[in-house]
């Protein structure tokens, strides 16, 4: 953008609905929603989003950094096409998460927090969703929970996240 800033104008736009909420001295309460915006839009959580979000904020950049490194939904790392985060708390291991996993890590190639070679999936670790009745819980990139995941839905799962 010609003005230095990052993100697009809608971007900043919903981040500004996030600030209303909050008195002017409280600007840096909406750095959540506001790394949550930039990495919906950017796809993660790079060192210039944090340093533009603490500009736009008014922070220190290294807030912004404790923010995003304390929360594990925000990707510090550039993730594959598809991000596939899979609950392993107790509810979701004892309906076969840990199976699950097993199963994703082999087809896929990769351990938790890689990215298979072909770029298209990046395997992650959740903690609890709050849907254990249909666990093993995901989420597929941020926003699409799907329940009941065991390894007899890997394999479709794959492949439909290879097609994305």
Do not use: H
């Not at 839009?41 to 500009?55: L, M, N, P, R």
Request: charged fraction near 25%.
């Amino acid at each position: 953008m010609s003005d230095g800033r990052l993100l697009t104008a809608n971007a900043y736009q919903k981040i500004d609905k996030e600030l209303a909420k909050y008195p002017l001295e409280r600007r840096s309460s909406a750095v959540m929603a506001a790394l949550a915006i930039a990495q919906n839009e950017v796809g993660w959580v790079s060192e210039s989003v944090v340093e533009d979000i603490a500009g736009y904020l008014d922070m220190r950049p290294i807030a912004v950094w404790e923010v995003a490194t304390f929360y594990g939904m925000y990707n510090l790392e550039k993730p594959g096409r598809s991000k596939l985060a899979i609950c392993t708390n107790l509810p979701c291991a004892l309906q076969g998460a840990n199976k699950t996993v097993d199963q994703l890590k082999a087809k896929l190639g990769i351990d938790f927090n890689q990215t298979a070679l072909d770029g298209s999936v990046t395997l992650k670790e959740a903690e609890c969703m709050g849907a254990c009745g249909d666990a093993p819980v995901v989420i597929i990139n941020d926003r699409e929970m799907r329940g009941k995941i065991g390894v007899e839905v890997v394999d479709s799962l794959l492949e439909e996240l290879k097609a994305r």
